[in-house]
DNA sequence: ACCGGGATGTTCT
DNA sequence: GAACATCCCGGTG
């Protein structure tokens, strides 16, 4: 039988992984496992958002209640509701008082996909099932009980982990989805070639 | 393939 | 009252 290189067994990323410069945290989420409730997938897509100089953060007008948790310690779940319907959730990154985050924007569903196909209705094919920030919060069972959660820690129903696959060499950078201020940032960070992005890069 | 619109309700001005 | 870090469906070419 065969048997995984054993380096490490996969635990949850630690807080020092979190309190880093938001754009050093956000590429190398990429390829991390997120595990959530219903199951786990690879992380594909990621958004940056935050400081003073991004006007398409939450935080961008400063602390409010629902955007208290991006100006605390890194390493906790931030999700909000999004057009009236759905769940996004996000990662807190660098320390407190520097409001920022990382939107997990898609995912390559790895186990627990019978679960997902259930949680996602509609979805015909795997590729539905996780590639859009919405979609992987319901594939995986992730709402709004579950804001303010702390990731780091080994029992939390929320975590994120290394199996020992590295992010990618050529993690490419575009502009983000969605915006109407802000636009012009190319803070998506993607594996390229993965059919679970919530769009293609255009090239 | 691309494009347009509707669903639905919280948040902040 | 407007805006919104989305998704899904139905139209047309």
Not at 68 to 79: A, K, Q
Not at 82 to 110: D, F, I, K, Q
Not at 177 to 198: C, E, F, M, Q, T
Request: hydrophobic share 35%; glycine share 10%; aromatic share 6%.
């Amino acid at each position: 039988m065969k048997q995984q290189p054993a380096e490490t067994e996969p635990t949850p990323l630690n807080r020092s992984f979190f309190d880093r410069s938001v754009h050093e945290v956000a590429p190398d989420l990429l390829n991390k496992v997120l595990v959530g409730p219903n199951g786990s997938g690879r992380i594909v897509e990621v958004e940056a958002y935050g400081g003073s100089d991004d006007p398409g953060s939450h935080a961008f007008r400063g602390p409010t209640p629902r955007t208290e948790l991006m100006f605390g310690p890194p390493g906790f779940l931030y999700v909000y509701f999004s057009y009236g319907m759905h769940w996004c959730a996000n990662v807190v990154t660098e320390p407190s008082g520097s409001a920022s985050a990382v939107l997990l924007r898609a995912l390559e569903p790895l186990s627990g996909v019978s679960g997902m196909y259930a949680a996602r209705g509609r979805a015909k094919r795997d590729v539905d099932l996780c590639s859009g920030p919405a979609k992987l919060c319901a594939a995986l069972g992730i709402d709004g009980d579950l804001n303010g959660l702390d990731l780091t820690q080994g029992s939390a129903v929320v975590r994120i982990v290394d199996d020992g696959v590295l992010p990618p060499a050529d993690a490419t950078a575009t502009t983000r989805i969605g915006l109407s201020k802000g636009a012009d940032l190319a803070w998506r960070y993607v594996v390229l070639n993965s059919p679970h992005l919530s769009r293609k890069i255009h090239p």
